[in-house]
């Protein structure tokens, strides 16, 4: 699949020329036209549906269509599409017939990275989080960086900024291997799971495109990885025995960057982190789970190797809000507390899920969970039932696959019976209706619900508190603690979290449509 990729090379973002982006509503493809946008480079993007976030794009001066024609293209130089984007678009096939340079939104950053120092964050769980703290930190310590935040699976908060400073943090996708486009001088490896099987067939094959993307890192700069991480570890062994500059952090005793004492409440994380033996200091971040601290200690690594104040480093993780779709707390109605999660990997759902147990405290803690695609719910159905276990009742949809055909037994109805809970404590919905009618008819006050899974599943958080609200004479009210970033506005200690917050790009409207964005 590499093949229909082309590697970075010398092209810069102002030698697109006029761009038009297909599907720019997607959270992937926005952040991209928002960075052409502010680098002053003409944008067009055409989409199916006036999702809130193109509105800034108009502020910006990009022109934006909500429709998909050939006309789209009259006066553009560079068309770029996404791996949502089937190659019989109309656009698409436009765009080649009339000669047009055609890149994939990987190539299309590539170039805007061009003569900057990139810092790549890959990795199969904590990607968008991870590149978002990277940023902070970066924007606290003064250095002004450029920036692209989210992916073309993801619905979490994007963000993009043109920054002044030779730093450009992205998050580098490994679901189509366009992360291999890359040339990054710091590559930072979250963890190495069994995920995108889909394009790669086999986790041996994914794990070496994880080396490869690795090997691509620039001499001179250097590659993280997480010690406590299996995937992470064998990779940092392997890229060691061919004399690359690799460091690691976890709590493992060997790790470069040790964290000891993680503590995790309701209230957030702490730990101490020291390196080669000497202390750096404490680590607060606002936002709770064990699994943010090792996320962190990764930017704070990046800042130490990068030798920028780790002074700033703590700042910014004091006050990082966590991002949108992580974690994401929705509000609060007749005493029910409603959370938005994007986790639909079984290892990020137990994370996730251990997590929200610390917050429900005494209540209970029930899920509402659309599985993402028919192969990783199969493959993995035993795992995403012991995951879905943790809560206390389940309410399942339907598995989101657009373009997938279900084949007899596969699916949210053989997911459910799998799962180890009593009969009357988990249900599947066979409607997105019933699902706000079912978590009214369970849910207590002190109880903690979360949304959780697929893109759509998002955006049922607001029904949700409309139907737990409406059961008292009260109506549900939006607590804005732990809304998503703003990237871009003002944050204690004099830093930025650059670009536009969130978008709901990509994502299908209830229902079940098939995502039309990037």
């Known amino acids: 699949m590499t093949a229909q990729f082309t590697p970075a090379g010398t092209l810069t973002a102002e030698d697109l020329g006029t761009v038009h982006l297909i599907g720019v509503g997607g959270v992937g493809m926005l952040g991209v036209a928002r960075l052409l946008l502010t680098r002053g480079i003409r944008v067009s993007g055409s989409d199916l549906r006036e999702w809130p976030s193109l509105a800034g794009l108009r502020a910006l001066g990009g022109t934006i ?30 765009a080649r017939r009339r000669g047009l340079r055609v890149l994939h939104r990987s190539e299309a950053l ?15 769980h904590g990607k968008t989080t991870t590149t978002s703290m990277v940023t902070m930190v970066l924007q606290q ?28 943090v992205v998050e580098a996708d490994e679901s189509d291997r366009s992360f291999l486009i890359y040339r990054p001088y710091v590559s930072i490896i979250t963890n190495v799971e069994a995920d995108h099987l889909n394009t790669y067939g086999d986790y041996a094959t994914l794990e070496a495109a994880f ?32 004399g690359r500059r690799v460091f690691t ?34 680590f607060r971040l606002p936002v709770p789970g064990r699994h943010m601290g090792l996320n962190s200690a990764s930017a704070v690594l990046a800042a130490y190797l990068l030798e ?11 006050v990082f809000p966590g991002v949108r779709r992580r974690f994401e707390r929705k509000g609060v109605a007749d005493g029910v507390l409603v959370y938005d999660e994007y ?32 192969y990783r719910t199969r493959d993995n159905q035993a795992e995403i039932a012991e995951a879905l276990a943790i809560a206390d ?89 732990g809304a998503a970033p703003v990237l871009g506005d003002p944050v204690p200690g004099g830093a930025t979290a650059g670009g536009d917050g969130a978008a709901l790009g990509g994502t299908a409207a209830p229902g079940g449509t098939a995502p039309t964005a990037g």
């Open 65 to 94: 269509y909500l429709s998909h024609e050939a006309t789209n293209l009259d006066g553009v130089d560079t068309v770029v599409y996404s791996s949502a984007i089937p190659q019989d678009h109309l656009e698409l096939v436009e």
């Open 110 to 124: 590539a170039a805007a990275m061009t003569g900057r120092r990139a810092i790549a964050v890959a990795g199969t």
């Open 141 to 168: 310590a003064g250095v002004d960086p450029s920036f692209v935040i989210g992916g073309e699976i993801s619905e979490v908060g994007s963000g993009a900024h043109h920054g002044t400073g030779e730093h450009f």
């Open 211 to 242: 080396v490869e993307f690795a090997r691509l890192t620039d001499p001179d700069g250097f590659i993280i990885t997480c010690a406590d991480d299996a995937g992470g570890r064998r990779l940092a062994e392997s890229l060691r025995g061919e």
């Open 249 to 282: 952090y976890g709590e493992a005793a060997d790790a470069d960057l040790r964290l000891t004492e993680i503590s995790s409440s309701a209230r957030g994380v702490r730990y101490l982190a020291a390196i080669d033996g000497r202390s750096l200091g404490e």
């Open 308 to 318: 920028l104040p780790l002074e700033a480093a703590e700042a910014a993780l004091a």
């Open 343 to 374: 986790a639909y990997h079984p290892t990020s759902m137990t994370l996730a899920l251990q997590t929200l147990r610390e917050v429900a405290g005494d209540g209970r803690l029930i899920v509402v969970f659309q599985p993402y695609r028919l």
């Open 393 to 481: 009742e389940v309410v399942l949809l339907e598995v989101f696959g657009p373009g997938e055909l279900r084949q007899p037994g596969e699916g949210s109805a053989a997911l459910i019976a799998a799962v180890d809970l009593p009969a009357e404590r988990k249900v599947f919905v066979d409607s997105w209706e019933a699902a706000p009618v079912e978590v009214a008819r369970r849910a207590r006050p002190g109880d903690v619900v979360v949304t959780m899974g697929a893109p759509p599943i998002s955006l049922m958080g607001d029904e949700l508190l409309a139907a737990l609200g409406e059961r008292t004479a009260g109506s549900a009210t939006v607590d804005p603690v």
